[in-house]
């Protein structure tokens, strides 16, 4: 199995109040975790907290702040290329 996310990408943690005290919100990929059996995992950062945290592929989605970073850089590059 292949990781979906790579190390620096923006994800949206989802809670699980049955499972953990983990809040909900944006954090990024620090690490990809070697996969033998089981769920992919992954090591994530919060941007919101300075812990660290490992969690399952199931419990991250694309994030809609990254989304919004990556059009903002991609217009920036756009003026930059057709000033030339």
Do not use: Q, W
Request: proline share 5%; hydrophobic share 30%.
């Amino acid at each position: 199995m292949l990781h979906r996310y790579k190390v620096g990408d923006l994800l949206d943690m989802r809670t699980d109040l049955r499972r953990s005290n983990r809040p909900a919100g944006t954090c990024e990929v620090l690490t990809c975790l070697p996969h033998e059996k089981g769920p992919l995992m992954y090591r994530v950062k919060s941007v919101s907290e300075r812990n660290e945290r490992v969690m399952e592929e199931a419990d991250l989605s694309p994030s809609d702040s990254a989304k919004s970073l990556h059009e903002a850089n991609e217009s920036i590059f756009s003026i930059a290329v057709s000033k030339r």
